[in-house]
């Protein structure tokens, strides 16, 4: 039978737990609102703009924009996966790190036995997952998600466009949550760099056979909205997974919640059923010492 006074500890230890996950699912609740918000009105602005790359794309000649659409040989590879910089938010970072691993081995095995693959992590919990893996990993804007703003987003875009337009890399690659609901993330891998056209977007526009007239140039418009559309939809996808983080950690914190409840159920009954034992057993010495004194 267990000691009482152990099972009066767990249960004391498991109702403050469950007031800590408590208060940890309602800190994500409030934080979740200000990030679906922030993702949910940064959206449209994203699709539209674009859409008007796509549109000046299709009625333009030639290949304007090429350094960031042609297609080289994949020697080096970057690979920016964003995590969070804390835990307790289910599966949520080794998702992204069990993608990235997978990315690695599966895509590009050729480039990583050759040590031609580098890791840009967004978020401390990537950052040090990784290197205890043993890979490349550059951490200068692994704590991106301090104070996420998006100029701090906005600089770990230009490096990255930088190095890949000075043939540092060949291909980068995006790997984060895609935010749907409190309940529900996508993991995503997307091809950062170079632009994959879409070519549905472009045969529809081609469709509509519109004259456009361009003030100033066609080709400085288009090489200003490209590097604008690529910082743009990094910051999309570091809000997506902030968004992502939080529903998935106030899910977990839900969960824990339910479980701790549970458990201290189950606790409880166990101390009544020992206390009750022990009242028994106290009842039955009695009455045998009763009797043995009128024997």
């Not at 590879?77 to 069990?98: E, H, Q, W, Y």
């Not at 990094?234 to 914190?253: K, P």
């Amino acid at each position: 039978m267990a000691n009482l006074k152990e099972v009066r500890h767990r249960i004391t230890s498991v109702k403050s737990t469950q007031q800590i996950t408590k208060a940890m699912k309602m800190v994500s609740v409030a934080k979740l609102r200000k990030a679906q918000n922030a993702i949910v009105q940064m959206r449209p602005y994203a699709q539209t703009l674009g859409g008007i790359i796509a549109n000046l794309s299709a009625n333009t000649e030639g290949e304007l924009g090429a350094e960031y659409t042609t297609e080289r040989e994949v020697k080096n590879v970057l690979i920016v996966p964003v995590t969070s910089d804390r835990g307790l938010c289910g599966a949520f970072n080794a998702n992204v790190v069990k993608a990235t691993i997978t990315l690695i081995q599966e895509k590009y095995a050729t480039q990583a036995q050759a040590g031609k693959i580098t890791i840009l992590p967004i978020g401390n919990r990537g950052r040090d997952t990784l290197t205890r893996r043993g890979f490349n990993v550059n951490p200068d804007y692994a704590g991106t998600f301090q104070n996420l703003s998006f100029a701090k987003v906005k600089n770990a875009a230009e490096f990255i466009i930088d190095s890949y337009k000075n043939g540092e890399f060949d291909r980068v690659e995006v790997i984060y949550n895609e935010f749907k609901n409190a309940a529900t993330q996508i993991l995503k891998t997307e091809q950062y760099l170079p632009i994959v056209k879409s070519k549905i977007n472009v045969d529809k526009v081609n469709s509509q056979n519109t004259d456009y007239l361009f003030e100033p140039s066609k080709e400085q418009i288009i090489n200003e909205l490209i590097p604008k559309n690529l910082k743009l939809q990094l910051y999309r996808a570091v809000l997506d997974s902030n968004a992502s983080e939080h529903g998935a950690r106030m899910t977990a914190m839900d969960k824990a919640t339910e479980n701790a409840e549970q458990l201290a159920k189950e606790l409880t009954l166990v101390y009544n059923r020992s206390r009750q034992a022990a009242i028994t057993t106290e009842i039955l010495e009695i009455v045998a010492g009763a009797e043995a004194l009128k024997a």
